[in-house]
């Protein structure tokens, strides 16, 4: 299909680790970004890995990258209520440029 | 180094009329894309920018354009402006790669009445 899915929603306790997955669509996307979203702001870029890598690991974030599955994934170690938001992940597909093709957004949110 | 910047942060417009949305990239920045993000059909890509010259295009319908000058700067317009043109408008810039690591502004918030 046409569409980088992602599920709609997680829950997890502050301290916990989180996992956001996501299912792109191109298994010959160069670029795959994770950006966080809070409510009423812009996208922040949270970190991004190169197709020729399976993973890459930027202080609490982890990236992990199945190209035969085309699945991604993001970790968050010890997840803070800071980090509630809604993540998106997003692939740019061959031949694309800089167009990026987004997920539906996973909200994920932290309790104490 | 500053971020991307977006004016007005906040729009209200009736159906109609005609709105334009600034975006001024992070300095050394020469691309410039615009995205749509509506809760019924989340972020879409409208149209991006490059020396001037619009690189990469969207499936839009032609009340959007936009324009980018010499500096880099880049505007959006829609025309006839329908209910359904509301939304949180976008702006990303980066460097000059294609692709590039795209970094966001907050968005303009558009409200057609």
């Known amino acids: 299909g046409e569409d980088v899915e992602q599920s709609l929603f997680l829950s997890v306790r502050e301290g916990d680790s989180s996992v956001i997955n996501c299912t792109y669509t191109d298994s010959s996307s160069t670029y795959l970004y994770w950006y966080k979203q809070e409510p009423g702001a812009g996208l922040q870029l949270l970190t991004y890995i190169f197709s020729n890598m399976d993973m890459k690991q930027d202080q609490r974030l982890t990236v992990l990258l199945n190209k035969k599955d085309k699945h991604l994934s993001l970790r968050i170690a010890d997840t803070q209520t800071g980090d509630s938001a809604i993540y998106f992940c997003?692939?740019?597909?061959?031949?694309?440029?800089?167009?990026?093709?987004f997920g539906t957004g996973t909200q994920l949110k932290v309790e104490l | 180094k500053a971020g991307v910047t977006q004016t007005p942060r906040y729009l209200i417009k009736t159906r109609g009329q005609q709105v334009t949305l600034s975006c001024s990239p992070i300095s050394g920045h020469r691309s410039v894309s615009w995205y749509q993000q509506t809760p019924g059909q989340g972020l879409q890509f409208l149209f991006e920018y490059f020396s001037e010259t619009q690189r990469n295009k969207g499936n839009f319908p032609g009340r959007f354009s936009g324009r980018q000058f010499s500096n880099s700067r880049s505007e959006m317009n829609v025309s006839t402006l329908e209910l359904g043109d509301s939304a949180l408008y976008l702006c990303a810039s980066s460097k000059s790669g294609y692709p590039d690591t795209q970094y966001f502004g907050p968005g303009t918030r558009l409200t057609v009445l």
């Open positions: 997003a692939e740019v597909p061959t031949g694309g440029g800089n167009k990026l093709t």
